[in-house]
């Protein structure tokens, strides 16, 4: 028997233990072992009963997904879960974690499931760019009807054991011993003469209203997911179960499986699963580096930002002191997080006992002598440096030794401030992206001196807070607003050559990506930053000119949504943007004074443009080390720019193009717009070796 499945009879009942840490993934070895046993319970005449249960932390995480792309190897997973439903005694699943995927197929396909109070289950493969493919897009609408099932197979988030136990997925709840649990349902089932219940074999119980349910299910995927591959066939493999025998629904479903197995959608978003589990392997830091205790935080400054922050601490638990200059700044910092609390409450997303517990861990102060015993700090004020070196020469006087010292700076040099303290070992960067209490990007900033300790704890908070955290070194900007920054500059410079701001973001839209440029830049306000082009206008050399419309929009007064006008107009305080008049006379000026004829772009060139400056910056900051690995750049932008996932991110879209491809784009554009797009000689030189940014790794 396989070494990953562990089979054993005692007195009437068969004991199948799934062993494959640490998510026992139904890879080969599980799934054949699966096989065996419950060949071996059938085959074995004192076997009444037949219990499955796993080990570890969690019952079956689905199918082993390093697996997909591959070459299948027998036995396959629907033929597993389909003996498993025909077994002629009566099984029971025994869940505790999760069960999810190809797991809760596993679990479908037994005859009764019964989990801990504990316990998830769930149909997450859409995420994954896939639909579920042993039997669950028929066997849970059978179970559940089509109304759940729609929603656990298209959504893909888990549900808890009592959801699942009122929807008819599970039979039974309890606490405790997993074994004892299994043994005293099966030897009650066999007492009561309950024996082979079959899901597979149940009629679907909302067959009369699937019609309407699936063509509404239809349009609020063409509404809401456009351009997604999966959603559509996870609609059709429920429509099969709705007319069609159990066989044929399973070969269809199998049918849908494959096509989706093949998109590159499933690629894209199996890398962005995998990039969120490497990113907290830090290159050179020991898995089992110690990390301090966080036990209480505070945040400085009570602006949006620092606000923000201190709202992931509280949602997280962890009791946080809020610092504002004085009394009546304080007094406005915590009424925008009172504010935040309420609307979250209005929408429903939280109760009012929850916002009630998370407000009574902020605390505000105006006094730095409050923050002695905090564990962590983090700053969140004005980006200048003046600024920052009064905020950390104070911290330095008043917190306890041990404390980390954050700074939440965007662009600033992390190691000048660390400078300010005697404790630069302290001292880290945690990037937060606004708005902090809902972005789930963390840059966590290296510095030069932070030691391995405050990285790794700066990690561990990163997951505590529900962050993806991802590890960046010191330069500016960091990854994600180096390399914006060459984005945004390259959509204006599509303006100023004969784009419309409606076409610019029309086209990335349709790229995928959550928002256009423009449309986010009127978001942000077009004034931001405007110091800060003055500035480099001055530092940079001739060939590296700026472009001017944002300039020309600012003079005009149109400084975004927060005038009413930007790129597009917002009348009456909508946030719906609607086109400006005003702006094609600003355009053509912007052009003018560039010397440049408006002419017309196509989409893809404008996509091109406005992509390929983000990847060939991504392979600068690979080359210099900046980040550690390309997966940890699609993450930036996958988390925190909008970048669509089912396109992996800007380096894993290069990748999938072609280096070369992509390369010989930039040379051309090279040639037509000047140094901006000097190409970066580590993408020359993968592109020459025929090699991926993805077979990079810092060093090599
Ligand atoms: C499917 O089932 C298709 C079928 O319908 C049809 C087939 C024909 N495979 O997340 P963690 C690894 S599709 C392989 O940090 P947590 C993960 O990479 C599948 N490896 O832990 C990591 O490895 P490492 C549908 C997997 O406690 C380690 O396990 N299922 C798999 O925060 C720990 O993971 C899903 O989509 C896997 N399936 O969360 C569920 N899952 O240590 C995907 C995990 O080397 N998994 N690993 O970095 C999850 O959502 C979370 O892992 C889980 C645990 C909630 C289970």
Not at 27 to 52: K, N
Not at 165 to 191: C, T
Not at 473 to 481: E, I, L, P, R
């Amino acid at each position: 028997m396989s070494a990953s499945v562990l089979f054993e009879r005692r007195g009437n009942l068969a004991l199948v233990t799934v062993n494959n840490p640490p998510v026992n993934a139904l890879g080969q070895s599980v799934r054949e072992g699966l096989l065996e046993a419950f060949r071996a319970a059938e085959a074995d005449a004192q076997v009444e009963a037949v219990v499955l249960l796993c080990t570890g932390s969690t019952f079956m995480a689905g199918a082993d997904i390093k697996e997909f792309g591959k070459p299948p190897q027998a036995p396959s997973l629907p033929e597993v879960v389909n003996a498993i439903e025909a077994c002629a005694k009566p099984s029971v699943a025994v869940i505790h974690g999760s069960a999810l995927g190809g797991g809760l197929e596993v679990a479908l396909a037994c005859h009764y499931r019964i989990a801990r109070n504990d316990a998830r289950v769930g149909l997450p493969e859409v995420k994954l760019g896939l639909l579920p493919g042993a039997g669950g897009t028929q066997r849970l609408p059978r179970l559940a009807g089509v109304a759940k099932a729609l929603e656990m197979i298209v959504g893909g988030a888990p549900i808890s054991a009592t959801e699942a136990q009122r929807h008819g997925i599970l039979d039974e709840l309890f606490d405790g011993d997993l074994l004892a649990a299994g043994s005293a349902f099966a030897q009650r089932l066999l007492a009561e003469g309950r024996g082979v219940r079959r899901s597979g074999e149940q009629p679907v119980a909302d067959a009369g209203e699937a019609a309407a349910l699936l063509d509404a299910k239809r349009a609020e995927i063409h509404q809401r997911m456009p351009g997604l591959f999966s959603p559509l066939r996870c609609v059709a493999a429920l429509e099969a179960a709705v007319q069609l025998p159990l066989a044929e629904g399973l070969e269809r479903e199998r049918e849908l499986f494959r096509e989706c197995l093949a998109s590159p959608q499933r690629a894209a978003l199996v890398h962005a699963f995998f990039a969120e589990r490497q990113a907290g392997k830090v290159v050179g830091l020991a898995a089992d580096t110690p990390t301090r205790a966080i036990a209480s935080a505070a945040v400085i400054g009570g602006g949006t930002m620092g606000v923000g922050i201190a709202l992931c601490f509280a949602n997280a638990g962890i009791p946080v002191k809020l610092l504002e200059i004085d009394q009546t700044a304080l007094e406005r910092a915590l009424q925008r997080a009172r504010d935040t609390y309420a609307a979250s409450v209005k929408r429903g997303s939280l109760s009012e006992a929850d916002m009630a517990r998370r407000l009574a861990l902020l605390d505000g102060v105006t006094d730095y002598a409050a923050l002695a015993e905090a564990d962590v700090v983090v700053e969140a004020v004005f980006e200048n440096l003046e600024v920052k070196r009064q905020v950390f020469e104070r911290l330095d006087a008043v917190c306890k030794p041990g404390a980390i010292l954050a700074s939440n700076t965007s662009s600033l040099d992390l190691d000048a401030i660390a400078a300010f303290t005697a404790r630069p070992q302290d001292v880290v960067g945690l990037h937060f992206f606004s708005p902090a209490n809902v972005m789930r990007l963390l840059e966590v900033v290296r510095g030069a001196q932070t030691s391995d300790t405050v990285l790794a704890t700066a990690m561990a908070l990163g997951k505590r807070l529900k962050k993806v955290a991802v590890v960046v070194g010191v330069c500016d900007g960091f990854v994600g607003n180096r390399m914006v920054f060459q984005y945004g500059r390259e959509s204006e410079f599509l303006l100023e050559e004969g784009a419309t701001p409606e076409q610019v973001d029309g086209a990335l839209r349709a790229f995928g990506m959550a928002m256009g440029p423009c449309a986010m830049r009127d978001l942000s306000g077009l004034d931001i930053g405007l110091a800060i082009r003055n500035r480099q206008r001055q530092s940079l050399p001739p060939q590296f000119p700026l472009p001017r419309v944002l300039d020309k929009l600012c003079e005009a007064g149109l400084l975004g949504q927060k005038s009413g006008a930007g790129f597009y107009r917002y009348p009456e305080g909508s946030r719906t943007p609607q086109p400006n008049p005003a702006l094609a006379p600003l355009l053509e000026a912007a052009s003018r004074e560039r010397g440049i004829a408006r002419r017309s772009l196509d989409d893809r060139y404008i996509v091109e443009r406005c992509l390929f400056a983000l990847v060939n910056e991504g392979a600068k900051i690979l080359e210099e080390g900046i980040a550690q690995r390309a997966s940890d750049i699609d993450l930036i932008y996958l988390n925190g720019y909008g970048f669509p996932a089912h396109r992996g991110g800007p380096m894993f879209h290069a990748d999938q193009l072609g280096l070369d491809k992509v390369l010989a784009r930039i040379r051309e554009f090279h040639a037509e717009h000047g140094a901006w797009w000097q190409p970066a000689p580590l993408l020359e030189r993968l592109a020459a070796e025929g090699r991926q940014f993805s077979d990079w790794e810092a060093g090599q």
